[in-house]
């Protein structure tokens, strides 16, 4: 099986430097993505075998490693990695099946795609640090080459050079927090990891480290400054790849390092600072995917606040593993896990759907588009199951996660410690608001681009997307209705997984087909709530329509009696239905003045004055002043100061070589003697 | 005594009645209405008063209900009354703090309250603890409002407020002499008289009852 | 023999929340003129407006999609769905173990999601303003919502409506200040969720003060109906979710006989009509506050929601 996962990944490298052969070659998109589609496939599939059959015990040495450190580099899947694995292999396939039918993007935009998979394979299922890290590095490079494939625009350029500031920070934390593990253990391999937990200071350091590495890379608050401004740089497959299963890589990350590497042993206060993060980002994203006009940059903020939700979950199963509390450790890991696989998945629809709209009706803006539906409706059939799901609505996927991840934080009283059970409590109100928005997101973005009347000549020729696109619309479509249905089978698939982050004796919170919370006194059954929801339809329907016989009648729009458009406006007045800021008014008044620094400026004319009123709303990202201007700040003094260097003579050069290596040595020298 | 024998229920429940009217009080946007509230408050306060009276049998508690009953309920607040008709005020609160912080501001200083009380009364009757959590809570909701209000008569009603916090405190314990309970009522009302002069005074002076008007007049008159 | 006794409860339970929505909403009316000093319209009406509508053919849009000939169904399923799980007249009903609060709360969003989209569909000023501020009061409303559900689950230890009655009837729970402020809190949002006074107003036309009858502007005939009728169960449901957590005395056993059924649907329409004599004092005493106030009414709410959380840790904490 690691053999198998071996040549896929060996593969994807082939297809790289295929790719970069085959250049312009108008068949090269189709190899490239035809073999993504499959490697992705034999991703699931290998996932999948060893999720129901069996994970294989001994790791695979490679032949490459850190030249020194005593170990080649090791491949292993255990059932983290395996579920992980499963959703690359899914949200790998459907991006690259609507590869394979979208318009091709630039050609210099081929080779990185297979590498990109190729870095998250290896960041999977490594079983050492040195791998993990590589996989991890070659990801972030190979997701760069991809946001900055069309660099043409200024604000793409930009994009690219946040995403890379943030990808080497990720990776300037991971480093050391890996260092410090090794350092205690005396070896890079997981096992010689986890045979040696870190204790004291090292230990928060090793907390502190992986949290700012894995949620720069997540997206995590304050570090999600580069998600909104990456993802709508990206091609649309790009960005579904990289919401759907790269976040989800780097809180594999997370999870590896604080669950599984740190040891059982931790404190509960540990799961303080993932309950805190991830509850703020879920707030923060999605409120701010209540504010954009950008299809893109929306579904970029709610993928912040579903990595908010999983890192909840992921806080939780540490604190309750830390008070003993095993069951509800399990819950909470089922939550993580669940809800990461059906994120993947609706994410990766939701993006392909942007896409797919981009490309049928020429926009990505809220404001340009409207009334789709009729000319694209598998498209918008397809967008709103993903957009049901992603508002949490019962029986698709993304409820019975969010209900898995209620339950777990409605029993985070059960730690016995006041401040954390008034933590939970505060984390359950700000993840309940979360969804709450998340469902005010969905709507309004649907509402806007499906529904109501065409807001731009564009979007009036709109036409339904080819026949392969639509496909690659409706597979993460179906899966989103199956994985909603039946939950409880896929957490049974995850119960390998679930006993690596919540203990070897840890149960998936699942009883037949129902999801079960509190020893089994809370029961979720999708089955059973679809079947009755279809039952009812079905009833209503047929009583109604016993009862009332006569046809659907089609008149003029009656509007509160609002006069017709004038007979130069075929599509109405676009200034008479909400836009994208009159539908985010609300909220915006409500939340976003305090928490986004939202304003709004109105222009009134006087009386008798023709030019036109002008209305204008604007929010900021806290991170944005809070944050990042800081640190630029910070960065043009320190170079400014670096620059002084320059001038030194060339003693004064030499002193300086000669100062830094006395001080290196007396350094080795104080670390072998203590 | 704990959870489910009436008589911790029923003085666990006034406790809790007396904390919401406080958060009735900072919701509150109509002088009339926070005036309704403070009345309110009263008639709990005095009912409190009487159970606790009645459960552990000391009449004296009973005067005090009566006191409260008296004073904070229909006297006091009829006072305010015609203290606005006089005035002809401005019938909506004017804060410095807007509703909602000061409602957030509030619910955590309720925590901070339960937080500093459990600890120090460890070992002490579960019902004296709880009551005191509460009454804590009141005092410091009152004090809130006195911080966060601009109007003068507001702040009266803070701290008509946070008094009625300490007398529950008070009636709580058990064995509390009944001089400090007179002491304490003689106290308010005088405060109170106090406080109506000032609020005339003020209201000459500067034709309004806005208390911030009074902070560039710092230290005249010495 | 069990299962026959809760197959023929749930039936007669839908059939009897069926019945009563109209009628209730019918009586609140009536309540409401009564204390106005009008004579106001009998409490049937609801159902006699419910019969002609449905007589009556809908006209759509021109540029109406498919939302919104199905939206109406699939709202009315969802509440449907969810009015099936609240008891009323007995404990122990078949659909018991699926009767869980937070699925209650996805299937109302389902329903309000539904009526947002209708809202959306046609591309008109006042259904998207509706669809707007009705989606920004869920914002506040839901997690007030949890909240109160958390307090019930340190209680009960189970999010499940009908273990949660139980417990609340025989746990010997005692007052508890928890459990008012809960209550207060569910009120409230109970309040928000019906789209009753100071948040909205049901009976009013007037565009700028509406969110609910907003989105249902482009709606005629049995689609009309659909959604008046789902409105009523809406408000069914919340009362008799109020009366289930709250006052949960009276309703018959699981297993038990008719002549309890009897018992239990007498107290039932007791609590049913003692709530709808609040709602019409309440909605008769006071006025409808502006749309930007609600997020503090319901914030208010949230944060009693918090304090009863707190309080119940502190005391279990004690116990």
């Not at chain 1, 200024?154 to 300037?172: I, Q, V």
């Not at chain 1, 870190?198 to 928060?204: C, K, T």
């Not at chain 2, 709880?130 to 410091?140: K, R, T």
């Not at chain 2, 701290?159 to 529950?168: A, D, K, Q």
Request: net charge positive; hydrophobic share 60%.
């Amino acid at each position: 099986m690691l053999t198998g996962l071996l040549l896929c990944i060996l593969l994807l490298g082939l297809l790289a430097l295929a790719a970069v052969g085959l250049g312009r070659h108008p068949l090269a998109g189709r190899v490239v993505h035809g073999g993504c589609l499959a490697i992705s496939l034999g991703f699931a599939g290998l996932a999948l075998a060893g999720l129901g059959l069996g994970l294989p015990e001994a790791p695979l040495a490679l032949p490459i490693g850190l030249p020194g450190a005593g170990a080649a580099s090791l491949l292993a899947l255990d059932g983290l990695s395996a579920w992980f694995l499963l959703l690359l292999g899914v949200t790998g396939a459907c991006a690259s099946l609507y590869a394979l039918g979208a318009p091709a993007g630039p050609p210099r935009s081929l080779p990185p795609f297979p590498l990109f998979l190729a870095g998250m394979a290896i960041c999977l299922a490594a079983a050492d640090a040195f791998t993990l890290l590589l996989g991890f590095e070659l990801m972030s490079l190979a997701s760069w080459a991809l946001v900055a494939a069309d660099h043409a625009e200024a604000e793409n350029r930009a994009a690219a050079r946040r995403y890379l500031m943030f990808a080497a920070l990720a990776g300037a934390c991971l480093v050391p927090a890996f260092g410090l593990l090794a350092a205690g253990a005396g070896g890079l391999d997981f096992t010689a990891l986890r045979a040696a937990p870190p204790e004291g200071w090292r230990a928060a350091a090793v907390l502190a480290l992986a949290l700012a590495g894995a949620g720069a890379k997540a997206g995590l608050v304050p570090l999600h400054a580069w998600l909104p401004l990456a993802h709508p740089a990206a091609p649309s497959h790009v960005s579904a790849l990289m919401s759907g299963a790269m976040t989800k890589v780097a809180l594999y990350v997370l999870a590896r390092l604080l669950l599984d590497l740190c040891g059982p042993l931790q404190p509960a206060w540990w799961g303080v600072p993932l309950l805190a993060a991830g509850a703020c980002s879920a707030l923060f994203g999605a409120l701010r995917a209540n504010m954009e006009g950008d299809t893109k940059v929306l579904l970029a903020c709610s993928t912040i606040e579903n990595i908010g939700f999983i890192t909840v979950a992921l806080g939780l199963v540490l604190a309750f593993r830390g008070a003993d509390l095993g069951p509800l450790a399990a819950l909470a890991a089922g939550a993580a896990l669940l809800h990461a696989l059906n994120h993947g998945v609706f994410k990766t629809l939701l993006f392909l759907v942007a896409g797919a709209v981009a490309h049928g009706a020429g926009s990505r803006k809220l404001d340009r588009l409207g009334g789709l539906i009729h000319a694209m409706p598998v498209t918008a059939l397809a967008a709103l199951v993903g957009m049901a799901a992603a508002a949490s609505l019962p029986p698709l996927s993304g409820f019975a996660s969010e209900w898995l991840l209620l339950e777990a934080l409605l029993a985070g009283w059960r730690v016995g410690d006041i401040g954390f059970q008034v933590v939970a409590a505060a984390a359950t109100a700000l993840v309940a608001m979360a969804a709450a928005l998340a469902a005010a997101a969905m709507l309004r973005c649907f509402g806007l681009v499906f529904l109501g009347r065409i807001r731009s000549p564009r979007a009036a020729g709109a036409e339904e997307v080819p026949r392969l696109e639509r496909l690659s619309l409706l597979l993460p479509a179906g899966l989103t209705v199956l994985l909603g249905l039946f939950p409880a089978a896929m957490l049974g698939l995850a119960a390998p997984a679930i006993a690596v982050l919540a203990g070897p004796a840890a149960l998936p919170p699942a009883r037949g087909l129902a999801l079960t919370a509190g020893e089994g006194a809370s029961t979720y059954l999708p089955l059973a709530v679809a079947g009755l929801l279809v039952a009812s339809l079905v009833t209503v329907w047929f009583l109604v329509r016993r009862r009332s016989t006569g046809a659907t009648l089609r008149g003029p729009v009656w509007n509160c009696g609002f006069i017709d458009p004038p007979p130069w406006l075929p599509f109405g007045d676009p200034l008479s239905q909400p836009g994208a800021a009159g539908m985010a008014q609300p909220l915006r008044r409500m939340l976003g003045g305090s928490l986004l620094g939202a304003t709004e400026t109105v222009l009134m004319r006087a009386p008798g004055d023709p030019r036109p009123g002008h209305y204008a709303a604007q929010a900021a990202d806290p991170s944005e002043a809070g944050l990042l201007a800081p640190l630029a700040r910070l960065r043009d003094s320190v170079a400014g100061r670096a620059e002084r260097l320059r001038e030194l003579t060339i003693r004064g050069c030499l002193g300086l070589s000669f100062g830094t290596l006395v001080g290196l040595l007396a350094l080795l020298a104080w670390l072998e003697g203590g | 005594m704990s959870f489910g024998q009436l008589p911790y229920d029923v003085a666990h429940l006034f406790g809790g009645a007396m904390l919401l009217l406080s958060f009735m009080l900072l919701y509150q946007r109509r002088v009339t209405a926070v005036i309704n509230g403070l009345a309110i408050q009263g008639a709990i306060l005095a009912c409190a008063a009487g159970w606790q009276g009645w459960v552990q049998g000391a009449p004296q508690l009973y005067l005090t209900a009566l006191i409260a009953l008296a004073a904070k309920a229909v006297l006091i607040p009829l006072a305010l009354r015609v203290l606005i008709r006089r005035l002809a005020m401005d019938r909506t609160v004017d804060t410095a703090m807007g509703i909602g912080p000061s409602l957030i501001a509030g619910v955590a200083l309720v925590a901070l309250a339960i937080l500093v009380v459990l600890p120090i009364t460890a070992g002490v009757r579960a019902i004296a603890r709880e009551d005191l959590a509460l009454a804590l809570s009141v005092v410091l909701l009152g004090m809130l409002m006195m911080i966060t209000r601009r109007n003068a008569i507001l702040q009266v009603v803070g701290l008509m407020s946070m008094e009625n916090g300490l007398i529950l405190a008070a009636v709580g314990v058990a064995g509390m002499p009944l001089v400090v309970e007179l002491s304490t009522a003689a106290l308010v009302m005088v405060v109170l008289v106090v406080a109506g002069v000032f609020v005339f005074q003020i209201r000459e002076r500067f034709d309004s009852v806005d208390v911030s008007l009074l902070d560039p007049h710092r230290g005249e008159g010495r | 023999m069990l299962l026959l006794g809760a197959v023929v409860v749930q039936l007669l339970h839908v059939a009897l929340m069926l019945a009563a929505a109209p009628l209730l909403v019918g009586v609140v009316r009536w309540l409401k003129a009564r204390m106005q000093g009008r004579r106001g319209a009998s409490p049937l009406q609801p159902w006699r407006d419910l019969e002609k509508l449905l007589r009556k053919r809908p006209v759509l849009a021109a540029n109406a999609s498919l939302v919104s000939e199905v939206a109406p169904y699939v709202a009315f399923a969802a509440s449907l769905v969810a009015v099936a799980c609240v008891p009323s007249f007995s404990r122990g009903m078949l659909l018991a173990p699926v009767g869980d609060l937070i699925l209650l709360a996805g299937l109302l969003a389902l329903a309000r999601m539904a009526l947002a989209l209708v809202g959306m569909d046609v591309g008109t000023a006042f259904g998207g303003l509706g669809a707007a501020r009705e989606m920004s009061f869920s914002v506040f409303a839901e997690p007030a919502l949890l909240l109160c559900v958390l307090t019930f689950a340190i209680l009960a230890g189970t999010t499940n409506l009908d273990l949660i009655a139980a417990t609340f009837r025989d746990g010997g729970l005692g007052l508890r200040v928890s459990l008012a402020l809960a209550a207060m809190a569910m009120l409230t949002v109970a309040v928000a969720e019906n789209a009753r006074i100071p948040v909205d107003n049901p009976a009013t036309h007037l565009e700028l003060t509406m969110v609910h009858e907003a989105m249902l502007l482009e709606s005629s005939g049995r689609h009309l109906a659909l959604w008046e009728y789902q409105a009523a169960l809406k408000l069914t449901l919340w009362l008799a979710l109020l009366a289930a957590i709250f006052v949960p005395f009276g309703a018959a056993p699981a297993g038990a006989g008719p002549l309890a059924w009897v018992l239990g649907l007498a107290a039932w329409l007791l609590k049913m009509g003692v709530l709808c004599l609040a709602l019409a004092v309440f909605e008769s005493a006071i006025a409808k506050m502006r749309v930007f106030r609600v997020p503090e009414f319901l914030g208010a709410a949230l944060l009693l929601a918090l304090l009863a959380a707190a309080l119940l840790f502190v005391s279990t904490g004690l116990a």
